[in-house]
C-alpha cells in the first residue's frame, strides 16, 4: 500500500482549471507525480464516457477542475459537466465502486493553489481508497 | 415516439452473471432520442458493466454494436456475424427491438437493458410524458385532441369522475385532469357541443389489447 | 511512424542546462523525431522566424514544443505576420516547465514526467490533423430593432461609416422613453431639440431604411446571412438580408395606482419631467396648489437600479433652485454612481435638497389635502438618535418599477438569445462584453439590457456600434474550422444539441448530398440533421458531448486526442 501512487486524470478546462494548473507550476506547489492534466476548452466538452474511460482504463481517480456555477464563459458548460458526474455517480454506486473517485472542484484563473491541494488531497483519499477495483 | 430507461445496473448484472462475452446493441431511433440507448448510452453501459465484472474478478468481454433500428429484419440479420461471435446479447432498443432479434436468433439468449415505459412527448429537453396507449380506436377527434385513455387515470370517455379537483386529478395529484383539459380545450375551439355526445364504451376484448395478439395486414403492400 | 520537428524552448534559463540536456539527449533517440532545435525564448520573434525557417523544408507530420505553458505560445503566435508552413494546428505544447520541473518532488521525478509528457503529446500530434481558415464575406447592412435613443445614435454612427442601416421601430414615431426627457442630468442640453435633430437626421439620412409601426416577424440564418422578416401595417411583409442585429428596445415602466398611490398629489417622474418641461413661472402649480414642498420616495421597487436616482436629484436641484421649492429626497442609498452624479448630489445639497435614508418604508396619509410622509431617518449613527420626521408634502413623487417590454419574451425566442434575470435580455460577459449577446452578431445595447438613464445607454450605443463596425470592417469574418460538425449520417434528429447550444449555432437542416449545405432562407425545406453554423460556433464542445447519437466531432479535440492526454490506452 505505500507504494501505492493513484493515478489522477484531472480535466482542466482553458477558462478556469488549466490557467489555476500553470499558476500551480508559478507558486512551485507540490502536485502528487501520478497526475494527468487534460486540456479541454470549457467542461462541457468532457462527456460522461470520459469518466468512465478514465477508471475503466487504468485512473485511481479522476478530478473535473472547471469554473464557478454562473461563470462559464459558455454559460452552461459545467452546469453539464456536473449534470454528468451525477450520472456517473450513479453507476459507481451501482456497481460497488467508491462515488468520491470522480470529482468536480470549482476555480478561477488564480487558484494555483486551490489546484495543487485538492489534487494533493484527492490522491491522499485515493490512497486510503485503495486502488481502482474496476480498472481493466 | 417510444420511450424507455435504462434498466438498473445491478439487475441487467444478474441476467449476464452465467456469462462471459456479450453483444451490447443500441438502436439509432427512440431510444436515442430519449437517451436511454443510443451509441453514447450503449458506450456508458458497456464501461460500466466491465469495471463491475472485473471488480467481482469474473471478466466480462462486451462488444458494442448500435444498427440505425432494431426492429427490421434487415437489420437484425446484419448484426449475425458479430452475434455468432458472443454468448448472449443484451439490448437496449425498446422490447420491440429485443424481440425482433429473438425471432431472427432463436438459440441466442437476448436480455432487455431497458424497460419501455411508453409512448410519450417531449414536453423540454430531459422531461417526457406519457401521451397514448395504442388502443387501437382513436376518440381524440371527439375530445379536442386530449387522449382520455392516456391522460385520465380511470380511462374514463365521458367526463371527468367526482374527484377532480381544481383541474388536478385524484389518483395522480400532481396530474392534469385529463376531461379539465378535454373541456378547455373545446371550449377554446367552440366545440362543446362535442362533448354531449356520447362515446361508447371501448370494446377492449374487440378492437384493443385484450383482443389477443393483434396484427396489421396490408394485402395490397405485401410482395 | 510520423516524423515530428521539435523544439526545445529553455525559457531563457527557466529550464536549467543539465536538465535540458537530458531532455534533448531524450528526444534525439526518440524514432518520431525529425530533428531537434534548442531556442533560448521562442515566444521571442526571431526565434519565430528562425522556427519558419527550419520548418520550410517540410515533410514534417507536426510539431512539438517542449518548454512552458501553451497560453505562452498561442499569444506570441498569432503576433506573427507571416503564417508558419506548418498547420498551427499540427503543433502540439509539452508543458514541462509548469506540470513537471516546477511542481514535481525532485529532478528525478520532475525527469521521468516530462519523459511522460512528451510521448503523450507525440501521441496527440499523430491524431491531430490540419485545420483550415474560412472566411464568409460579411456585407455592410445591419438591422437595428428599436428606434428609441440608443436605436437611433447607433444608426447614425454605422451610417456615418458607410454601414447601411434597417432601422425597425414598432411605434409610429421614433424616440421611445427618451421622448420623456426634459433636460439631461449632466449636460445643459434640452432633450427633446437635441432628439429632434437626432430624429430629423435619421429620416433624412440616406444610408438609414427607416421602417415605422414594422415588427420583426422571424429570423433565420446566422452572423453574416441573417434573413430577418419584418411586418409592417397592412400586413407588408419584408425580408432583410444583414449581416449583424443590434436589438436596443429599450425597457417598460409601471407604477402602483392603488390606494394612496391613485391620490391626485402622489405622481411618478415622468409627470414631474414634464411640468418642468411646461413650466413658465417662477412656481409650479400642481392641481390648482402653488408647490412649496415636494418630496421624492425613491427605491420602493427596484433598488439597484439608478435611473430614477439621478432625474430625481436633478429635477430636485431644478426645483431648489428655480421654482422656489422645498424638495425632500427620501431614498435607501443615494446612487452617485454615474458620470458627474458626486457633484450634481453635492450641488442639490448646497442648494438645500434635504437628503433622509430609511430603512423602514416610509408611511404615506392624508392630511388636510397634503400628503403626509412619515420616515425615520437613519443618519443618525445610534438608534435612538434616530428621528421619526413627518413631511407634509404638496406633491409626493415616486419611482417606478422597470420591467421588460412585452415583447422581449418573444424576441428572444425569435433571436434565440438568452433572457437574463428579470427577463431583460442578457448579455454575453458583463464585465467585459456588455453589448454582445450570446449569439454571434447579435448585439444588445441600452434599455433592453438593463434600464439605464440615458447617458448610459448612449455610452453602450456607442459600444455596439464599435463592434458592428469591428465585425463589419474587414468585409469578412475570418475563423479555423475549429468547430464542432455534425456527421448527417448518425445524427437522429433528436433536437437536443439545438437545444444545448449555448450560442445557437445549431439548427435542424437539409442536407443535399454530403458535405454540401442548403442554406436555409432559400425557400428549401428543412428537415434532415442537425447542422452546426462554423461561423457561428464558438468551439466549446457541449454540443458534442450531449450528442446521444455520438454523431459530432469537435474538430481540434477529438475523442481521439483526449484519449491521448488521458495517457491511457484506448
Known sequence: MSTFDPKIIAFCCDQSGYPAADMAGTLKQKLPKNVEIVRVPCAGRIETIYLLKALEKGADGVLVFACFEENCQFLRGNLRAKGRLSYAHRMLEKIGLEKERIEICHLATNSGAKLAETLRRKSEQLKKMGPNPGKI | ?223 | MPRIGIFIDTLQGSIPAPFQKKISDYVKKLPETAFCLEEENLASSDALNRMGKALEAGGLDGVVIIGGSPKRYETSFQKLRHSLPVNPYLFAVANIREQALWVMADEETAFEKAKAIISKTINTISNSKPIETQSLPLKPEVMILGGGIAGISIAQELASSGIHVFLVEKEPDLGGKALELYRFYNRPLEVQKWMDEKISDVKKNTQITLFTRTELKSVEGHLGRFQAKIQGSYETETILPVSAIVVATGYMTRHETQGIYGHKRVAVLPEMEKLLAEATGPSLDWEGKKLEMVTYLLDGVNEDIKVDSINAVKQALLLQEAFECQVAILCKDVKVAADGMERLYRKAREKGVLFFKYEEAPKLSIVNGQIRVDVKDTAAIQKMDQWPVSILSDLVVTSEAFVPTPETERLSGVLKIHLGSRGFLMEDNPQLLRVRSNRRGIFVAGGCRFPQEVSESLIEARAAAEEVMALLSKGAYSYDLAVAEVDPKKCAVCYTCPRLCPHSAITVERYGEKNVYITSGTGQDKWGAAKVDPASCYGCGICVAECPAKAITLRHLTDAQIYAQMGLME
Open chain 2, 1 to 223: 415516439m417510444i420511450k424507455a430507461e435504462q434498466k438498473p445496473i445491478d439487475e441487467i448484472l444478474k441476467y449476464l452473471d452465467p456469462y462471459n462475452k456479450i453483444l451490447l446493441s443500441g438502436c439509432g431511433a427512440c431510444v436515442t432520442v430519449c437517451q436511454a440507448g443510443g451509441e453514447k448510452e450503449v458506450g456508458l453501459l458497456a464501461s460500466g458493466l466491465r469495471m463491475a465484472r472485473q471488480k467481482i474478478g469474473k471478466k466480462l468481454e462486451v462488444l458494442e454494436a448500435t444498427p440505425a433500428r432494431q426492429c427490421e429484419p434487415e437489420f437484425a440479420l446484419e448484426m449475425s456475424e458479430t452475434i455468432e461471435k458472443v454468448e448472449a446479447v443484451l439490448s437496449v432498443a425498446c422490447g420491440v427491438g429485443v424481440q425482433t432479434l429473438v425471432r431472427h436468433f432463436p438459440k441466442m439468449p437476448i436480455f432487455p437493458g431497458v424497460n419501455t415505459t411508453f409512448l410519450g412527448e417531449t414536453i423540454t429537453h430531459g422531461v417526457w410524458e406519457e401521451r397514448c396507449q395504442a388502443c387501437g380506436n382513436c376518440v381524440l377527434e371527439k375530445t379536442g385532441g386530449i387522449c382520455p385513455i392516456s391522460r385520465c387515470a380511470k380511462q374514463l370517455l365521458n367526463g371527468p369522475c367526482g374527484g377532480s379537483s381544481k383541474g388536478k386529478c385524484e389518483i395522480k395529484k400532481e396530474a392534469d385532469c385529463a376531461w379539465q383539459l378535454i373541456y378547455d380545450r373545446l371550449k377554446a375551439l367552440n366545440q362543446l357541443y362535442k362533448m354531449e355526445e356520447v362515446i361508447p364504451a371501448k370494446r377492449w376484448g374487440v378492437e384493443s389489447r385484450d383482443s389477443g395478439l393483434r396484427r396489421i395486414v396490408r394485402e395490397d403492400l405485401k410482395v
